[in-house]
């Protein structure tokens, strides 16, 4: 019975934050409204990813399409889409997306409390050969009433109220944490629905895989160097773990969320920062780390603790199952 129970009782995205929400007897729906709009945008993109093959066809016709306008790339197209979703809901202030040099501020007839902050499509260089690509979200709350201010965003990742991403792959997955745990939510394309699929995700506490671009070890400083030729050479008598890299965060991320692991985004002579953007690459993908049970660490202290300064600043990123980050950390620590 409990099986039939499970086919027709199902739990859409929508359902399970409106049950969750309902727990804060404070809650206006805000959030669940706010929800819809991204989850909106996320279907949009699936559908544009799944179609981005045969799109070519129409560009082949000339270029241009009916309305004369040159064809919009895929990043372009997400980009506005979330935006316009997001600004109508009506309950947005501050938008930064991985798209826009400046923030976004909400005209005051269609301003809310929360601050979203981006990457719509994460990953693009993955576009046109049919690789998972996602889009990446955090979200800040503006407490008290004041004229929202670009410091508002420019906040500590532990100061989110959520964060999620979703993923356009061999199916469409929308992972998510209000806070209290992280659950994944699959697109049934029938339903045109997310369903939950993955409930209460925790992160194996050790890992078998580590997924870095090795193409930059050259440039590598001391403890990121001593960590990868662990992996392959373990001196403990452990196995050797397993490299996969996809060179797209978000598959990467849930890869190593699922089957545990670690991802590593490190500094490197070329780029002293890394390469990741924290406010919408590296802090919503440590938060769900964090609520799943495992652990984000930039090199110097732990990812939700940073500062950022600017809405693009990078950090270098060390993400996935406890054990695996503790080590990290080790060889961070003996170096100084
Ligand atoms: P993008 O925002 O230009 O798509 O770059 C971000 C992507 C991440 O998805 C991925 O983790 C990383 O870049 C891969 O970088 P690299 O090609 O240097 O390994
Ligand atoms: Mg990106």
Not at 79 to 104: H, P, Q, Y
Not at 165 to 176: D, E, N, P
Request: glycine content about 10%.
């Amino acid at each position: 019975h409990s099986a039939d129970a499970h086919r027709t009782d199902l739990m859409t995205i929508t359902r399970f934050v409106l049950n969750e929400q309902s727990k804060y007897p404070e809650s206006r729906g805000d959030f669940s409204i706010l929800l819809n709009h991204i989850v909106l945008g996320c279907k949009f993109v699936c559908t544009a990813v799944n179609k981005a093959g045969l799109a070519k066809l129409i560009g082949l016709a000339g270029e241009t399409n009916v309305q004369g306008e040159e064809q919009k790339k895929l990043d372009v197209l997400s980009n506005e889409v979330f935006i316009k979703a997001l600004v109508s809901s009506g309950r947005t202030c501050i938008l930064v997306s991985e798209e826009d040099e400046e923030a976004t501020f909400v005209e005051r007839s269609r301003r809310g409390r929360y601050c979203v902050v981006f990457d719509p499509l994460d990953g693009s260089s993955n576009i046109d050969c049919g690789v998972s690509i996602g889009t990446i979200f955090g979200i800040y709350m503006v407490k008290d009433g004041h004229e929202p201010t670009i410091d508002d965003v420019l906040q500590p990742g532990k100061n989110m109220i959520a964060a999620g991403y979703c993923m356009y792959g061999s199916s469409c997955t929308l992972v998510l944490s209000t806070g209290t745990g992280v659950n994944g939510f699959t697109l049934d394309p029938s339903l045109g629905e997310f369903i939950l699929t993955h409930p209460d995700i925790k992160i194996p506490k050790k890992g078998k895989i580590y997924s870095v671009n090795e193409g930059n070890a050259k440039n590598w400083d001391g403890p990121t160097a001593k960590y990868v030729e662990k992996c392959k050479f373990p001196t403990d008598g452990s196995p050797a773990k397993s490299l996969r890299y996809i060179g797209s965060m978000v598959a990467d991320v849930h890869r190593t969320l699922l089957y545990g692991g670690i991802f590593l985004y490190p500094a490197d002579k070329k780029s002293p920062n890394g390469k990741l953007r924290v406010l919408y690459e590296v802090f919503p993908m440590s938060f769900l780390m964090e609520q799943a049970g495992g652990q984000a660490f930039t090199g110097k202290q732990r990812a939700l603790d940073l500062l950022p300064a600017k809405i693009h600043d990078r950090s270098p990123i060390f993400l996935g199952s406890y054990d695996e980050v503790e080590e990290i950390k080790a060889l961070y620590a003996a170096e100084v």
